[in-house]
């Protein structure tokens, strides 16, 4: 997912497109859009498993798979192609605001830290800083999408491989909203946390520095 995230959001930014006025969100959701898309079917299987364990502290809906590619097979063998798809409409919003809010954020940050010149010019502490300040933005504003996708993914389904308890992202937005409030969209907001804000950090610096070290290697 990330590395057509991140290639397609590279792309935009040779090209110029992410220098126009609100060039960078979009390029980020359109990036995002499609690495969600590409990387569905293993996020489908990765949340099924995670879900996955003995009945006495089972949570939600347990599919019962034997690994990961007897899950591929059984979910392909129930649903067909498509089926390996399921929960795909939850997953797109997700991380087109995630990846819009990350790749946006980090460069703005990245601008505003060179600026103040804390440091030595093309220091990697600069590009540090700026995917600290990103990933607090990704956690606040990708945590209901996270919500909203882990049950669509993990949610039971019929015969002709319909959800049981939602009709999609805004039938099960509107639910979580009417039945937990604002509240309900931020539950696991300390492990997303933990989990978004070390992976942004951890991408966006390396990412920084591999470009910088290729357009040095280029020159």
């Known amino acids: 997912m990330n590395g057509v995230r991140l290639g397609f959001y590279s792309y935009s930014e040779a090209s110029g497109f992410t220098r126009a006025p609100g060039g960078s969100l979009l390029a980020g959701a359109a990036a995002g859009a499609l690495g969600a898309f590409v990387a569905s079917p293993a996020y489908l299987v990765k949340t099924q498993l995670q879900a996955q364990t003995v009945a006495a502290i089972a949570v939600g809906h347990q599919h019962n798979h034997l690994g990961v590619s007897s899950a591929f097979v059984s979910i392909y063998r129930a649903q067909g192609i498509v089926g390996l798809w399921r929960g795909v409409n939850g997953a797109v919003p997700r991380v087109m605001v995630g990846s819009a809010v990350q790749l946006a954020t980090f460069s703005s940050a990245k601008e ?64 979580v909203s009417r039945k937990e409030g604002l509240v309900g969209f931020y539950k696991g907001m300390g492990p997303s946390f933990v989990r978004l804000g070390f992976h942004t950090v951890i991408s966006m610096l390396l990412w920084d520095l591999l470009r910088h070290t290729a357009f040095q290697y280029e020159g």
């Open 112 to 175: 505003w830290v060179v600026s103040q010149q804390w440091y030595k010019q093309d220091s990697w502490l600069e590009a540090l800083n700026a995917a600290m300040l990103s990933g607090i933005a990704v956690s606040i504003a990708m945590t209901p999408f996270d919500v909203v996708s882990t049950r669509l993914y993990n949610q039971p389904v019929d015969k002709l491989g319909r959800g049981q308890l939602y009709g999609g992202f805004l039938d099960c937005f509107v639910r």
